[in-house]
């Protein structure tokens, strides 16, 4: 083996057991409760914990691209960091529907202190940013869901309103096939 890959490969060994351990598990899915002040953002958000369990890469792909947000940052949050996909699905796309950076949501929420006994809650975090939050921003958020089980062809049961909006999966594949021309 060449000298150069030797280093290399033990150093990747030594990390392996570390990045496994910092991934998306089902106890952590399992575990994980979270507080947007929406009950159908909520369960979609641990959905989506569980889905990044078991796609890690497309999940880092989906919040990357449709986010706006660097791969690179995104992994860190959750391999480095230990966020669960959840909170950075709700950070990156909540700070895109504001017009924010995921890092101002991430930097937030890693500011907020909850009153002793108390779990954090996006819902708090959320008023406390410098955009109001706005049933724009909520729309956007629960759209840019939808859009993402959509990609992933995961099936998502939608509310009243949203189906409205919406429609059933074969209406929102033939409206993506067939986008509305700018300025309607």
Avoid at 71 to 82: C, D, E, I, S
Avoid at 89 to 107: G, I, L, N, P
Avoid at 173 to 178: I, V, Y
């Amino acid at each position: 083996m060449n000298r150069l890959l030797r280093p290399l490969l033990f150093v990747l060994l030594l990390w392996l057991p570390l990045l496994a351990s910092a991934q998306q598990t089902a106890e952590k899915s399992e575990a994980y409760r979270v507080h947007t002040g929406d009950v159908w953002v909520d369960s979609q958000l641990q959905d989506i914990n569980y889905y990044a369990e078991r796609y890690p890469d497309s999940f880092l792909d989906e919040v990357s691209r449709y986010a706006g947000v660097s791969r690179g940052y995104v992994a860190a949050l959750m391999f480095t960091h230990q966020w669960q996909a959840g909170d950075i699905y709700f950070a990156c796309f909540w700070a895109k529907a504001t017009e924010r950076s995921c890092r101002d949501a991430v930097q937030a929420w890693s500011r907020f202190v909850p009153e002793e006994g108390e779990d954090k809650r996006w819902a708090d975090v959320v008023a406390e940013m410098p955009v109001t939050p706005s049933n724009q921003h909520w729309r956007t958020l629960r759209h840019a869901i939808v859009a993402s089980h959509d990609h992933w062809d995961r099936s998502i049961t939608l509310d009243a309103t949203l189906k409205r909006q919406l429609g059933d999966r074969a209406q929102r594949d033939r409206a993506a096939a067939n986008p509305a021309p700018a300025g309607r």
